[in-house]
């Protein structure tokens, strides 16, 4: 029996992306293992820094027994305690705001070269505003034979909002309009946006903000999660398509909530094909690769949309640090195997400067 489970579970490892294996029995297979101690060794310990909120949903029991079972352990890091003296950890995994807690996570990795921080502060910091976020993806100016990858036109605000038609004129974007935060912190306030229709309306908004030109994207938007060399992408339900008859006759500010939540998935729906079809996998792999290279960044997503009635048009419209990886397919499968492949790599590199 215990060959069995065993067994079970190498045979859902190696089947995961042809096979549909069904969550409960894998759920319960994980646990019976488990209950019969037939676990690795352990390989490497993850220091984690979470607010209760993310820890809830990213370390989710199937997941974290599935970790066990490859001899990973989570350990929360004491916000109370010196960083330096908890552990040891191969991995420190983090999503915290706030100036001290960056600096601590800076003196650490000073201190402590031996372990990964996923990811460097300094680097996340170029995702917690919308102005910077987006010019590394126009900077890339991707276009092959699988498509462009572009950026709406977009317009900073900082302050003043009776000024904002003037600038908008100024700078000839066309209505209707995307407002957002200028900051991008996580929190849900953050992720709020209003659209708006007239000149008029403009000034009803709230600086600091981005002002984005809105794109028809048939109602669908697709979320490109990213760790480290893996890419999934899931459809959610957004914002219709706005015609210019609907322009002529619309007026005013519509607030919206968060748009590409889970519980507004795509995946199952009856959709036009031309507007449901998944980018190019090699577009993708090329646009993950250079932000991965630019930003500095291993866990991340794209909010991403094709300009309706084209094929191969895309706009990446926000980029999120250490997204919601709970309602990604497979996140348990794909996330142990990144943390395992971070440390070998790491044990590689070590190997060729110390020669050890």
């Keep these: 029996m215990v060959v069995e489970n065993m067994r079970m579970l190498r045979l859902m490892e190696e089947n995961r992306d042809t096979t549909m294996v069904d969550e409960d029995d894998e759920t319960k297979t994980i646990k019976k ?11 490497l310990v993850v220091g984690f820094a979470l607010t209760s909120k993310k820890r809830k949903s990213f370390l989710q029991p199937k997941f974290e027994g599935l970790a066990r079972l490859k001899g990973i352990v989570f350990v929360a890091i004491d916000q109370d305690k010196p960083l330096s003296e908890q552990g040891p950890f191969d991995i420190v995994l983090h999503k915290l705001s706030g100036k001290d807690w960056q600096q601590v996570l800076e003196d650490y990795r000073q201190t402590h070269p031996e372990v990964t921080v996923l990811d460097p502060p300094d ?146 729906a009856d959709l036009d094909p031309d507007v449901a079809e998944l980018p190019p996998r090699p577009l993708l792999e090329k646009l993950a690769r250079e932000l991965r290279r630019r930003l500095g960044l291993q866990l991340f997503n794209l909010d991403m949309i094709r300009e309706y009635g084209t094929r191969n048009n895309f706009y990446v419209i926000d980029i999120n640090y250490f997204p919601g990886y709970g309602k990604m397919p497979e996140y348990e499968h794909i996330f142990t195997d990144f943390l395992l492949n971070v440390v070998k790599r790491n044990k590689y590199n070590n190997h060729l400067t110390t020669g050890r």
Excluded: W
């Design 123 to 268: 680097a996340i910091k170029h995702l917690h505003n919308r102005q910077s976020m987006l010019q590394v993806v126009a900077d890339l100016n991707l276009s092959d034979t699988y498509g462009n990858v572009n950026v709406p036109q977009q317009l900073v605000i900082k302050k003043d909002a009776s000024s904002i038609a003037l600038k908008v004129a100024k700078e000839r974007l066309r209505l209707p309009l995307v407002a957002k935060p200028l900051v991008s912190d996580g929190s849900a306030k953050s992720h709020e946006l209003s659209l708006a229709y007239d000149q008029y309306s403009l000034q009803k908004l709230e600086p600091p903000l981005v002002l984005q030109e809105f794109v028809n994207h048939g109602g669908v938007l697709f979320k490109v999660f990213i760790v480290g060399e893996a890419i999934k992408v899931v459809r959610r339900f957004s914002l219709p398509n706005v015609s210019k008859r609907q322009l002529s006759r619309t007026s005013g500010v519509y607030r919206f909530p968060r748009v590409s939540c889970a519980v507004a998935s795509a995946d199952d």
């Design 33 to 43: 293992v488990l209950n019969e101690g037939l676990i690795e060794p352990i390989k």
